[in-house]
Nanobody, 117 residues
Framework: QVQLVESGGGLVQAGGSLRLSCAAS????????MGWYRQAPGKQRELVAV???????IYAASVKGRFTISRDNAKGTVILQMNSLKPEDTAVYYC???????????WGQGTQVTVSS
């Protein structure tokens, strides 16, 4: 069973920064593609950033250059550093583990990020 626990959300002014953390097991983080997704009210869930097991990363165009995804295999954590936040970044942010050999995706409970203008 894969368990993901997000933390670090909150309220911040535009231009500010937040750091989201996803806690999982060391094997989950090191062996799978880990990602952050977000869902704003009335919108579909969308990819924010992914870090693969080989360390390569993918970013949504809207966050490239402002957000950085990283992982600490020893601690079993995945970090999303968000800088220069904009009101349109307001959403519930979800941690994801894509377990390819099972063909399954696992999700955390989500953490709210609110950016005020």
């Amino acid at each position: 069973q894969v368990q993901l626990v997000e933390s670090g959300g909150g309220l911040v002014q535009a231009g500010g920064s937040l750091r989201l953390s996803c806690a999982a097991s060391r094997s989950t983080v090191s062996n799978n593609a880990m990602g952050w997704y977000r869902q704003a009210p009335g919108k579909q869930r969308e990819l924010v950033a992914v870090i693969r097991s080989d360390g390569s990363t993918i970013y949504a165009a809207s966050v490239k250059g402002r957000f950085t995804i990283s992982r600490d295999n020893a601690k079993g954590t995945v970090i999303l550093q968000m800088n220069s936040l904009k009101p349109e970044d307001t959403a519930v942010y979800y941690c994801n583990a894509h377990v390819a050999w099972r063909g399954l995706d696992y999700w955390g409970q989500g953490t709210q990020v609110t950016v005020s203008s």
